[in-house]
């Protein structure tokens, strides 16, 4: 039997994390039949993050990864036939949500001291009581250091404001006149997209990544169709 291995739900969100909530949706909307396993600490994965896939015995680590497999199984029904153009511009989305739309969401929820609470309660639950801040803390000086290597983490908040609406301006404009983020038809890619949409907008409480993006009806109504034409809900 498949095994998909997730983080947990958290936050309001049917799972915590974007990447896990994209692979469960395409095994779902493939059809594909698997035992969905809940694992708390992604120290314990084979590269030290969530999702992976468990088959014949291999382990496929990162939700694209296991796109490909996923893709090679259904005799390309994931990527529904799209041009090597149209799979440009699906890539091109990809990069945007995945690796920085991302981590704008991330600094959301473990930079901002309001909202940290809910990092420690929402992500740091099996850590036994007497640590579990402790371990929290020291796990936001990672954050912390990843974003500034990424970039984000050296602008104020107004510039990461600014960055933010660019990125959802521009998925806004093409699922507002194309429905899809390529190809006219519900692919992959609209997965990626719709799912990294619901970790920013169904995240509860709202951080300020939220707030804004919701500010988008265009992005709330793609999201919801998504979903709907998926059959799996972010919530
Ligand atoms: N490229 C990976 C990214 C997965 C990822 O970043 N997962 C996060 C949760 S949203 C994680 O496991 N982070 C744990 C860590 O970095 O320690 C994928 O697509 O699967």
């Given at each position: 039997?498949?095994?998909?291995v997730?983080?947990?739900?958290?936050?309001?969100l049917?799972?915590?994390s974007?990447?896990?909530?994209?692979?469960?949706?395409?095994?779902?909307?493939l059809?594909?039949?698997?035992?969905?396993?809940i694992?708390?600490?992604?120290?314990k994965t084979?590269?030290g993050?969530?999702?992976?896939?468990?088959i014949?015995?291999?382990?496929?680590?990162?939700?694209?990864?296991?796109?490909?497999?996923?893709?090679?199984?259904?005799?390309g029904k994931?990527?529904?036939d799209?041009?090597?153009?149209?799979k440009?511009v699906?890539f091109?989305?990809?990069?945007?949500?995945?690796d920085?739309?991302y981590?704008l969401?991330v600094g959301?929820r473990?930079?901002?001291d309001?909202?940290?609470?809910n990092?420690v309660?929402?992500?740091?639950?099996f850590?036994p009581?007497?640590i579990?801040?402790f371990?929290a803390?020291?796990a936001?000086?990672?954050?912390?250091?990843?974003l500034?290597?990424?970039g984000?983490?050296?602008?104020t908040?107004?510039?990461?404001?600014?960055?933010?609406?660019?990125?959802l301006?521009?998925?806004?404009?093409?699922?507002?006149?194309e429905?899809?983020?390529?190809g006219?038809?519900?692919?992959?890619?609209d997965?990626?997209?719709?799912?990294?949409?619901?970790?920013?907008?169904?995240n509860?409480?709202?951080?300020?990544?939220?707030?804004?993006a919701?500010?988008?009806?265009?992005?709330?109504?793609?999201?919801e169709r998504i979903?709907?034409?998926?059959?799996?809900s972010?919530?």
């Amino acid at each position: 039997m498949i095994q998909l291995v997730t983080l947990p739900p958290a936050f309001g969100l049917r799972n915590v994390s974007p990447f896990c909530l994209k692979a469960e949706m395409a095994m779902k909307y493939l059809g594909v039949e698997f035992e969905h396993v809940i694992e708390q600490d992604p120290r314990k994965t084979p590269k030290g993050k969530l999702p992976y896939m468990v088959i014949e015995g291999e382990k496929i680590a990162d939700s694209e990864l296991i796109f490909e497999k996923l893709n090679e199984m259904s005799q390309g029904k994931l990527y529904g036939d799209l041009t090597p153009q149209e799979k440009a511009v699906g890539f091109a989305f990809t990069r945007l949500a995945e690796d920085h739309l991302y981590w704008l969401m991330v600094g959301s929820r473990w930079l901002d001291d309001d909202w940290f609470p809910n990092v420690v309660s929402g992500f740091f639950g099996f850590v036994p009581g007497f640590i579990r801040e402790f371990a929290a803390r020291s796990a936001q000086k990672g954050v912390r250091a990843t974003l500034h290597l990424h970039g984000l983490g050296r602008h104020t908040h107004e510039e990461q404001e600014g960055f933010l609406r660019r990125d959802l301006e521009s998925i806004a404009d093409v699922v507002s006149a194309e429905n899809y983020i390529v190809g006219g038809r519900l692919t992959a890619f609209d997965f990626v997209v719709a799912d990294m949409l619901s970790g920013l907008m169904d995240n509860e409480p709202a951080t300020w990544v939220s707030e804004i993006a919701n500010g988008y009806p265009a992005l709330r109504h793609y999201l919801e169709r998504i979903q709907s034409e998926a059959g799996v809900s972010g919530k």
